[in-house]
């Protein structure tokens, strides 16, 4: 049994900062790549930033440069600093976990809200 358990969404005004946490648990030894995805209401889900064990980051052109992705890898959490948000932030934040280290495959969180108001 493994599961991702995100935290720390809510509702913040424009140029507001929020940290969200995923927490993996079960039997899995460890993820090779952990990220996090996002959708908003009409849009399809996209990649924000995502982190291999090695730390090589990768991030969504939109959000470069306000968001920094981090982990633990001995405790597999990871980390969405988010700085300076946006209206268009404004989705459902997913955490993604994939022990092959292939994105978009693996295991996922239920999704935390994330609501920027301007």
């Known amino acids: 049994q493994v599961q991702l358990v995100e935290s720390g969404g809510g509702l913040v005004q424009a140029g507001g900062s929020l940290r969200l946490s995923c927490a993996a648990s079960?039997?899995?030894?460890?993820?090779?790549?952990m990220g996090w995805y996002r959708q908003a209401p009409g849009n399809q889900r996209e990649l924000v930033a995502s982190?291999?064990?090695?730390?090589?980051?990768n991030y969504a052109d939109s959000v470069k440069g306000r968001f920094t992705i981090s982990r633990e890898n001995f405790k597999d959490t990871v980390y969405l600093q988010m700085n300076n948000l946006k209206p268009e932030d404004t989705a459902v934040y997913y955490c993604?976990?994939?022990?092959?280290?292939?994105?978009?495959?693996?295991?996922w969180g239920q999704g935390t809200q994330v609501t920027v108001s301007s």
């Open positions: 982190i291999t064990s090695g730390g090589s980051r």
């Open positions: 079960g039997n899995i030894f460890s993820f090779l790549l």
């Open positions: 993604n976990a994939d022990v092959f280290g292939n994105a978009g495959h693996g295991y």
